[in-house]
């Protein structure tokens, strides 16, 4: 049943303002998925924080228009599903990759980040990616190191010197 003018506008409305907050996007063909598997797909994406939505290409293109995706405007070709990552940027493509594993029927066409639009076979670069939480450990690691080194430095010196002392007395011991 074809969608009237009315939903049409408001779903154009609906895809353009996620994308004006989405980290990254994945335009991927879903040709041959069943329902079931298209179901379970959708409840993994709302899962991980992704919005995951069927929209024919003349209208992803509108809604696409101002947006950081707008570099992906000519290559919606074909049956396309897009999933844009909300919280961080691999996110979508994490999600897009691991179903893929499963069903080889879900390819990615398309991976978009940082208003630059990349081939499918980028997809594992950008699910590579740390989380928000991931990215904030591997900081707070770089940052505690030099500290660590230095207060190891700083007791070096007199638990030398407790070894030491220890050796000398070991060996008058055994004399």
Do not use: W
Not at 29 to 41: I, K, P, S, W
Not at 43 to 66: D, P, T
Request: charged share 30%.
């Amino acid at each position: 049943m074809p969608l009237s003018f009315e939903k049409k506008q408001a779903l154009v409305a609906e895809v353009s303002e996620v994308a004006r907050q989405a980290h990254s996007a994945v335009a991927a063909e879903y040709r041959g998925l069943t329902v079931a598997e298209m179901n379970e797909l959708r409840a993994k994406a709302r899962e991980s924080g992704v919005y995951l939505r069927v929209v024919k290409n003349n209208l992803a293109k509108r809604a696409l228009e101002g947006t950081d995706f707008e570099c992906m405007r000519d290559s919606l070709v074909g049956p396309l599903l897009l999933a844009f990552s909300q919280e961080d940027p691999g996110s979508a493509a994490r999600v897009v990759k691991n179903f893929g594993k499963e069903h080889k029927l879900l390819e990615a066409k398309i991976v978009a980040v940082g208003g630059e639009a990349l081939p499918g076979s980028e997809l594992d670069r950008l699910a590579s990616l740390p989380t928000r939480d991931e990215a904030i450990a591997q900081l707070m690691s770089v940052m505690k190191a030099p500290i660590e080194k230095f207060v190891r430095t700083l007791n070096e010196p007199h638990a030398k010197l407790v070894r030491t002392i220890a050796a000398v007395k070991d060996q008058k011991e055994a004399a």
